[in-house]
């Protein structure tokens, strides 16, 4: 059996099936933008899609279980064999793959025609493909390291599975127990996998500038808060009004800030690329703490929320999406300006959105922050969508020398 490097060596297809990032990341990008031009609409009075859900928990659904969906697709079949030594999904399986995310936006977008139960699985499908394939990476490579991860794919699945029954038994949902599960689990493994990923790449861009002074390595600190943050998650779950809940928010957002400080994001200012996903985490701390604070009153929590929503998901996933384009098409690890802007409006509209009711205009903060929310989404997919439907540099230099 080839190798990995040998059979994406080997690939003749689209190069768009090549890699498992490749259609995931586009389409994640086309959808986030599209999906907020469509809620833009519904906010407006119009009804452009026959949805059986109310458009608060269309929303809510399609970003976190449709847009972030596919990110989590994209990052899991490119970072899973690398893991593991396995060999990647692509050509027709990964396109039968991106057909069952399709098959989920198509089956929530005409839900009104359908029966719930056939959404829901239409919906659900891809997450169930997904655990599958990383269940069997992890039993042949043995790489039980990663079985957090599997763990936590599963309760996210588990949270779309409970938002789909909860919005056909007991409506509106995009405030449920469901919604809260599936954001929790979202939020869990940007604490996993940021925290290998953050100070590992930050790491590694020091020591190749020869800096004296590195982040801190994975420790008994980083154990004890990522057992804190299950914690409080399991509280904003099952208890989200009581008051030990608001307080282990507060403590929590307080150990993230004190993590992510650990990691020295300012000394690699000068690259958008890490700062980028240090900032991404600022934010996941920083929503631990605007819930807490929501909590006793102040700020009103649909708008605290929106810094996990757009600030730590939105910014994060943004961040990884640019950094693997890059990197597995074989350009220089560097972001242009065109990059850094699109990064300045996502966070601007995080920003803004939290500012809604601090305004005397909360309808035009809420279509700016839309507005940039669209700005750069449709931004990755213009300035890294060529580089997604092309194939490798490297590649692609060999084939236009050769004349193939």
């Not at 899973?80 to 990964?94: A, R």
């Not at 390595?217 to 009004?241: K, Q």
């Not at 997919?381 to 004349?403: D, E, I, N």
Request: with cysteine; glycine share 12%; aromatic share 12%.
């Amino acid at each position: 059996m080839a190798g990995s490097a040998e059979r994406k060596r080997q690939f003749t297809g689209p190069a768009l099936f090549s890699h498992g990032f490749r259609p995931f990341f586009l389409l994640a990008a086309l959808w986030a933008a599209g999906a907020m031009l469509l809620w833009i609409a519904m906010m407006l009075g119009r009804h452009p899609l026959p949805v059986s859900f109310d458009p608060f928990s269309w929303h809510a659904h399609e970003f976190l279980f449709g847009y972030l969906g596919a990110v989590v697709a994209g990052f899991v079949l490119t970072a899973v064999p690398n893991w593991t030594g396995g060999l990647p999904v692509m050509g027709w399986p990964l396109a039968g793959l991106v057909g069952l995310w399709l098959a989920g936006r198509v089956a929530v977008a005409i839900s009104g025609m359908l029966p719930w139960a056939v959404t829901a699985l239409a919906d659900l499908s891809l997450v169930l493909a997904l655990i599958i394939f990383i269940s069997g990476e992890i039993l042949r490579g043995r790489n039980w390291r990663n079985l957090p991860v599997l763990g936590l794919i599963a309760l996210y699945g588990f949270g779309n599975a409970g938002f789909h029954l909860q919005e056909h038994l007991e409506p509106p949902a995009h405030d449920g127990w469901a919604m809260r599960l599936g954001l929790a689990a979202a939020l869990m493994l940007i604490t996993l996998i940021g925290g290998r990923i953050i100070p590992g790449f930050t790491r590694n861009w020091l020591v190749a500038r020869q800096a004296a002074r590195l982040p801190r390595p994975f420790g008994w600190a980083d154990a004890a808060i990522f057992a804190l943050t299950g914690l409080t998650l399991a509280g904003f779950v099952s208890w989200p009004e009581a008051a030990p809940t608001h307080w282990l928010m507060l403590l929590t957002g307080a150990l993230h800030l004190w993590r992510v400080l650990r990691w020295r994001g300012w000394q690699v200012r000068s690259e958008p690329l890490l700062w980028v996903l240090h900032t991404a985490y600022g934010f996941l701390a920083l929503g631990f703490l605007a819930e807490g604070a929501a909590g006793f009153g102040f700020p009103p929590a649909p708008n605290a929320r929106h810094l996990w929503l757009v600030g730590a998901i939105g910014l994060m996933t943004l961040g990884v999406m640019c950094r693997a384009t890059l990197g597995h098409t074989g350009r220089p690890l560097h972001a242009g300006p065109a990059t850094l802007l699109i990064y300045a409006a996502l966070m601007f509209s995080a920003l803004a959105r939290l500012a809604v009711p601090f305004t005397g205009n909360p309808g035009g903060l809420l279509h700016l922050a839309g507005g940039l929310w669209i700005f750069a989404f449709g931004g990755y997919a213009a300035v890294y969508g060529p580089m997604l439907l092309r194939p490798r540099h490297h590649q692609a230099l060999a084939r236009a020398s050769t004349g193939k």
